[in-house]
């Protein structure tokens, strides 16, 4: 889509502008589009979430960059809104971070999120999560830095250090990664909301997410705005649904050879359409030829 000013600076807008931005998390262009649809202004494209839909399988560092760059073009072309990218820890290095951030930008995605775990990674709610020196971390912050072109794009650092090493030092490597470029702080899996307030008190811009069946599941985003916080992420709430609406309905037709006991939960045929684009298509279409619109039979 073409936009008068890069996502990147709509972002930095909206993060100036408004107490708290919320982001959920979607993993493809469906989620997208059904996101702006429902009144959302950014977007988080969650890693993990991307690792359930193209693959099927867990977020174990098995996706490859050139599969999420792809699905990142079918983003951006399903959306008008800015997107965060989840990019994990650079895919291997500083000179695939830099090609990263330059490929990004040329697509239109507003920043990243970059991590200090070890490469491949791990899905940070999962045991066995491994960090980085904070020296070699800053050297991907830097290497970030140095290869954006447009100074708006969002760089955010993340540490996943608070299983292995402890909160304290996720708050010590959370100012040390800002000193060393980053626009924004996101320490993963506080042990407490306690924690969570010693974070957002932090001198520096910082984010978090929400994680349903962990400790920080019930606050709401007032309350988080009231912290500090200035963008919270919902980053498994959306595939956890889909999953879950899908095993039912999988069970159901199993188990009684018929969908009539969960009609009342699937999305109607109009409701689809308005998700999928059918009206600009026939108002494309309208503008080139006189061939009559596509109608969804009811």
Do not use: W
């Amino acid at each position: 889509m073409y936009h008068a000013e890069s996502r990147a600076t709509v972002l930095r807008r909206l993060l100036k502008e408004e107490k708290i931005v919320v982001a959920p998390g979607i993993g493809d262009a469906l989620g997208a589009r059904m996101a702006e649809n429902a009144g959302f202004k950014c977007l988080l494209v969650s890693g993990s979430t991307m690792s359930n839909l193209l693959l099927g399988t867990s977020d174990v560092g098995i996706l490859s960059y050139g599969e999420l760059r792809n699905n990142f073009l079918n983003i951006v072309n399903a959306t008008n809104l800015p997107i965060i990218a989840d990019a994990d820890t650079g895919y291997g290095g500083t000179l695939p971070i830099y090609r990263m951030v330059r490929e990004y930008e040329a697509l239109d995605i507003a920043g990243i999120q970059l991590e200090d775990q070890v490469f491949p990674k791990m899905c940070a709610y999962f045991s066995n999560t491994a960090v980085v020196s904070v020296e070699e971390m800053c050297d991907r912050i830097h290497a970030a830095c140095e290869a954006r072109l447009n100074p708006d794009f969002l760089i955010i650092a993340r540490t996943d250090c608070a299983r292995s090493l402890g909160f304290d030092e996720a708050l010590r490597r959370s100012q040390i990664y800002y000193e060393a470029g980053a626009d924004m702080i996101f320490a993963t899996v506080p042990p407490s909301v306690e924690d969570m307030r010693r974070l957002a008190a932090m001198p520096f811009p910082v984010c978090t997410s929400i994680v349903e069946g962990t400790v920080n599941e019930d606050l709401t985003v007032d309350e988080l705005a009231d912290m500090g916080f200035k963008l919270v992420k919902f980053p498994q709430t959306l595939i956890r649904a889909s999953m879950k609406a899908m095993y039912d309905a999988l069970q159901v037709l199993h188990d009684t050879g018929s969908t009539k006991d969960i009609r009342d939960r699937l999305c109607a045929q109009k409701h689809r359409a308005e998700n999928t684009a059918l009206d600009e298509y026939n108002a494309f279409n309208a503008l080139i030829s006189d061939a009559s619109p596509i109608k969804v039979q009811e």
